[in-house]
């Protein structure tokens, strides 16, 4: 079983996903945000899919095969954006993230990729982990080099909106394993 407590950086909290996220995600979870993503933007779905999401997230946390988290200010706990740390049950995980619009450009994406990528190596001699962008998406790009990562591989994907993305798939590797 997954032993987890809150992440907490200089400025954010990572917490659980729960239901209590539930009109943030489907208020911020748009169009906009969700371009360079597989999943669909919840604002143009029925607000019962960002429910059934975050039931999703609270069973996979609760089963211990991701790490499902909502981004929270510190000092203000305003919702961010969700992260996750994915398939925890495999060889290589994978990170995910998104973050509202309003807070674009400050920084968020990068501190809480870099707290993921700590809380997964310290969890787990893992021998890296994924992160998988769409190449378009340069802000992603940006935070994956930021934290070290080297492009390994790169594919075509089409995203539940039916858009083509175009992934970069980074892997950040542990300097700690053998």
Known sequence: MLQFENIITERLILL?????YCDDIYREF????????????????????????????????????????AVLDKNTREFIGAAAV???HRRV?????????????RGYGLETVRALIDWTFAHKAYPYILYPVDRDNRPSCLIAE???????????????SGRTLNVIEYHIVNKNSD
């Open 16 to 20: 659980p996903l729960g239901m209590e």
């Open 30 to 69: 748009d169009e906009e945000v969700a371009l360079y993503m597989v999943p669909r933007a919840f604002s143009v779905q029925d607000r019962s899919a960002a429910e059934m999401f975050l039931k999703n997230c609270e069973l996979a946390n609760l089963n211990g095969t991701d790490l499902e988290l």
């Open 86 to 88: 994915i398939k925890l």
């Open 93 to 105: 995980p994978e990170i995910g993230l998104w973050v509202k619009k309003s807070a674009w450009g």
């Open 146 to 160: 930021a934290c070290g990562a080297k492009e390994d591989n790169d594919y075509m994907q089409k995203s539940e």
